[in-house]
Every structure is written in C-alpha cells, then in structure tokens.
C-alpha cells in the first residue's frame, strides 16, 4: 500500500508528489482538511517534513564508548 498527497479542486485530483506505480490499482481517497484560500503552491508542500529536519535528535541521541566491545555472552561464539 502507498500513500500520495493530492489536491481535489472539486472536478480532478492533482498529485502533489510522484506516483509511485505504474500498474492499474484499487485506490481509496481520504478527504483530510479543506484547504486554505483555495489552492497551495506545490513548491511548499515540496519542503522537508518536521521529522526530517537535519539536526532535530542532537544532543538527544547517544552511544556507549564501549558500544563495539565484544559482549562477555558471546565469547563462546567468538572463538
């Protein structure tokens, strides 16, 4: 299952982002919020989502120093 943005005007619907299949497909259309006076400019909907904005997780994300070590429960294995 794939999921694409999409603008209805009340007639067609526009995709804002490529469709990633080619193929004939059984689609189910979610109507989610009226838009703001009418149409949006594609170039903002276009910019990076909150989730992937460089940096967001810094300082908040760390790492052991003895992350590489090998683990005393698998010397035997190790060998």
């Known amino acids: 299952m794939d999921a694409i943005k999409a603008i209805y005007d009340g007639v067609t619907f526009k995709p804002l982002q490529p469709i990633p299949v080619k193929e004939e497909y059984e689609v189910t259309i979610t109507f989610i919020n009226p838009l ?3 149409k949006v400019n594609i170039s903002e909907t276009e910019k990076q989502p909150c989730s992937a904005i460089i940096g967001l997780l810094k300082g908040k994300v ?7 070590a090998p683990l005393d429960d698998l010397k035997e294995y190790m060998e």
């Open 62 to 68: 760390w790492m052991s120093d003895d992350f590489n």
């Open 36 to 38: 703001k006076k009418g």
